[in-house]
C-alpha cells in the first residue's frame, strides 16, 4: 500500500513540475494538505528552474519560512547560489550560513544569484528587476494586496499552500472590503482562481506526517472537497512510554493517545475566563507526564525518544500560551514549544497537547470557531495529540449557530467552524478520559 501513495505521490508532483515547466495559465497552484511534501516540492521545484540557469525569485511570508527554505535549499544543493533578500532589521539566522548562500539587501548584490528568496513584505519593496517564474510559499497565508504589489515582478508563478488552514492575518476589521472583487485582506489565492475560473488547482495527495489514525479525521473534518490519505499505515507507528502509568486520569489520557493517536482529556462543564486555571495546569501536567514517562517514538524513519523538542503545546491565545509557558518554568517540560496556533503553522512534532479554543467558553464567536485555527492545532503531530477542553462544547456549537454577518458575493467558506469543530468532537469523544475519573 505505501508503494502505491508513494507512485500517487510521486505522479502528482511530476504531473506539478512538467505544468510549472510547459503550462500556458500564468499561474500553477497546488493545495496541500499537512504534512503533503510542499516544501519538498517547492525545493524540487527551485532546483528545476534553476536549471535553466536563469534567476528565479521565491516569496515566503516569514523570516522563520525563508530561512527554512534557505536551508532546505543549501542542503539539497550545495551548488546552487542562493541570495537572500532580506531588510536593514534582518539579524542572519544560523540556519542560512551555508557557502552557496549570500544576504543582501538590494537586488543589484544579488546578481550573481540563480535563486531569490525574500519574504512577501520585502519583495514589495523592490521596484526593479523581473523575472519569468515565481514560487510562492505558504500561499493562502498571503493577502491579495501583497500578491498585487509584487506580480509584475514574475512572469508565471508556482502557488503552494494548505487551503485548510488559517487565512491572512489582519489587525483591522475587514467588513468594509466584503464582497468585493479585490477585497485585499483575503487569500491572494481565493481572489486569484475566483478572477482567473480557468486555473485547475493541483492536489497532493498524501500526508507523510498524519498517521493512519490522523488523517482520516482531519481529512473528513476540513478537506471534505480534496481528501488526502496517509502514507503510513496503522502498524508503521508505535508511541510507548518506559515507565507505566499510575493510572490517574492524566496517564490515562496519555495511555490512550499512545494506543489510538487521540486523546480527549475532559474537564467538569464551566464556563471559566479565558485563562481557564483548570485548564491550563492540566496541559502543563500531561506535557511533563509525557516526558517523565521517558517517551518514545517508532516510526517509518527509526526510533527516537520523544524529547522536549518534539513535544508542542497549541493554544488559540497568547495569554494562554504565556499563562502554560508559566505553569511549566522550572520543570522537565521547560523547553517545550507553546505557541498559537498562527505560530505553529507548517511545524511538525511527535505528539502534540492542545487547548480547545472553545474550552470553558459561553459563546462561540467568528475567531474561536474558525475552521483554519482548529486544523492546525489538529494536525501538527506525527503520532498523537492529546486535546483538554471542558465538558460542554457541543452543546454549545448547538445553542450559539453563527451570527456573522452575510456579505454578497463573498464565496460560503466550506466547511466552516461549526461543522468541522462537530466533526472533530464527535471523533474525540470515542477517547474521552473524564479529568474527574
Request: aromatic share 6%.
Amino acid at each position: 500500500m505505501t508503494e502505491n501513495l508513494s507512485a500517487a505521490a510521486e505522479s502528482a508532483v511530476t504531473g506539478i513540475l512538467a505544468d510549472l515547466a510547459g503550462g500556458t495559465d500564468r499561474a500553477v497552484v497546488v493545495d496541500s494538505p499537512p504534512g503533503a511534501g510542499k516544501s519538498t516540492l517547492v525545493v524540487r521545484a527551485a532546483r528545476q528552474l534553476a536549471e535553466s540557469g536563469r534567476p528565479h525569485m521565491i516569496v515566503a511570508q516569514t523570516n522563520e519560512q525563508v530561512d527554512d527554505l534557505i536551508e532546505r535549499l543549501a542542503t539539497a544543493d550545495p551548488a546552487l547560489a542562493i541570495g537572500r533578500v532580506s531588510s536593514q532589521s534582518y539579524t542572519e539566522s544560523a540556519r542560512v550560513q551555508h557557502p552557496n548562500v549570500v544576504s543582501r539587501q538590494k537586488i543589484a548584490d544579488l546578481e550573481d544569484r540563480t535563486v531569490l528568496i525574500g519574504t512577501a513584505a520585502k519583495w514589495a519593496t523592490i521596484d526593479e528587476g523581473r523575472w519569468e517564474h515565481a514560487i510562492i510559499d505558504e500561499a493562502y497565508q498571503m493577502r491579495s494586496d501583497m500578491l498585487l504589489r509584487i506580480a509584475n515582478r514574475f512572469e508565471r508563478g508556482l502557488f503552494v499552500g494548505d487551503p485548510g488552514q488559517l487565512d491572512p492575518f489582519a489587525t483591522v476589521d475587514t467588513g468594509r472590503w466584503a464582497g468585493l472583487g479585490w477585497d485585499p485582506t483575503t487569500s491572494a489565492v481565493a481572489v486569484m482562481l475566483t478572477n482567473n475560473p480557468e486555473i485547475v488547482p493541483h492536489t497532493l495527495p498524501v500526508s507523510w506526517r498524519l498517521s493512519a489514525s490522523a488523517a482520516p479525521v482531519v481529512s473528513a473534518a476540513f478537506y471534505p472537497f480534496t481528501p488526502f490519505r496517509a502514507g503510513t499505515g496503522s502498524a508503521d507507528r508505535r508511541l510507548e512510554f518506559a515507565a507505566r502509568g499510575l493510572r490517574t486520569p492524566v496517564d490515562l489520557v496519555l495511555d490512550e493517545a499512545a494506543e489510538h493517536g487521540w486523546g480527549w482529556y475532559e474537564l467538569p462543564r464551566r464556563h471559566t475566563l479565558r485563562t481557564d486555571s483548570a485548564a491550563v495546569r492540566a496541559v502543563a501536567d500531561i506535557t511533563r507526564r509525557v516526558l517523565e514517562r521517558a517517551a518514545t517514538a517508532h516510526s517509518e524513519q527509526g526510533s527516537r525518544p520523544v524529547t522536549a523538542e518534539r513535544v508542542a503545546i497549541g493554544t488559540a491565545h497568547r495569554d494562554q500560551a504565556e499563562a502554560v509557558r508559566n505553569a511549566l518554568r522550572g520543570t522537565v517540560a521547560d523547553g517545550v514549544t507553546v505557541d498559537t496556533a498562527n505560530r505553529l503553522q507548517g511545524r511538525e512534532y511527535d505528539l502534540t497537547v492542545v487547548l480547545h479554543p472553545l474550552s470553558g467558553r459561553r459563546d462561540a464567536g467568528a475567531f474561536h470557531l474558525e475552521a483554519g485555527r482548529l486544523c492546525v492545532l489538529a494536525s501538527r503531530h506525527r503520532h498523537a495529540c492529546v486535546m483538554v477542553g471542558r465538558a460542554g462544547i457541543p452543546e454549545l456549537l448547538d445553542s450559539h449557530p453563527s451570527a456573522e454577518p452575510v456579505h454578497l458575493g463573498v464565496p460560503v467558506k466550506f466547511p466552516d467552524g461549526w461543522e468541522a469543530n462537530h466533526a472533530v468532537l464527535s471523533h474525540l469523544a470515542k477517547h474521552r478520559v473524564p479529568a474527574d475519573g
